[in-house]
Every structure is written in structure tokens, then in C-alpha cells.
């Protein structure tokens, strides 16, 4: 059974950061994309930066030159790095991983983890 826990959310005052880290664990033989989407309240999820196997990265024009993410292939880990916190990025940030492959399955899944919560307030 694949599982992913985030951790690293919590209160922050505007212009501080915060590091997320995603563990993903499993009987897992690849993985495509991993990344890290949010979900601000009355609003819908939106994606905040992702990377491929290969090591490409996509940010969201929001998070640009903020936020910097980073993955561990072999640790099937996921980190998100955010600098420069701003009201705005409160939200719940939610662990994503696109084109997982588990050892028993024959096609691959996108999975989600529960979330954490991230506050940028004074």
C-alpha cells in the first residue's frame, strides 16, 4: 500500500520560510512527477511546483524564485523549500506523486497526501 506523509507545516510570520518534506513509501518501482499543490480556503488546489524523474522542474508564477523544490529518487522523497512567505501562500499543501508503479500493479496511479498546514501570518 502506498503512503505519503508530509510534514514540516506550521505558523510563520511574512518574510520567514518553511521547509515541507514528503515521504513516499510503498512496494514502489518508479515514480514520474512528484510535487506539492495547495489549497488556500474558498479556493480550489492549485499546483505550486513540481519535478520529474528526470529533474525537471515547473513552478507556479506565484512561487517563482521563492519556492524551490527538490527530490530524492532514491529516498523517494520530496521537499519544498519556501523562502519569502507571504500571506497569500497560506493554504493546506498537499504531497502529489504522478505515474507511480508499484511492484504488484499493472498501470500506474497518482496518489495524494493528507496535507499540511501552512500559516503566514504576524
Known amino acids: 500500500q502506498v503512503q505519503l506523509v508530509e510534514s514540516g507545516g506550521g505558523l510563520v510570520q511574512p518574510g520567514g520560510s518553511l521547509r515541507l518534506s514528503c515521504v513516499v513509501s510503498?512496494?514502489?518501482?518508479?515514480?514520474?512527477?512528484m510535487g506539492w499543490y495547495r489549497q488556500a480556503p474558498g479556493k480550489q488546489r492549485e499546483l505550486v511546483a513540481t519535478?520529474?524523474?528526470?529533474?525537471?522542474?515547473n513552478y507556479a508564477d506565484s512561487v517563482k524564485g521563492r519556492f524551490t523544490i527538490s527530490r530524492d529518487n532514491a529516498k523517494k522523497t520530496v521537499d519544498l523549500q519556501m523562502n519569502s512567505l507571504k500571506p497569500e501562500d497560506t493554504a493546506v499543501y498537499y504531497c502529489?506523486?504522478?505515474?507511480?508503479?508499484?511492484?504488484?500493479?499493472?498501470?500506474?496511479?497518482?496518489?495524494w497526501g493528507k496535507g499540511t498546514l501552512v500559516t503566514v501570518s504576524s
Open positions: 510503498g512496494s514502489i518501482f518508479s515514480i514520474n512527477s
Open positions: 519535478t520529474t524523474s528526470g529533474g525537471g522542474t
Open positions: 502529489n506523486v504522478g505515474g507511480l508503479l508499484t511492484y504488484s500493479s499493472r498501470y500506474r496511479n497518482d496518489y
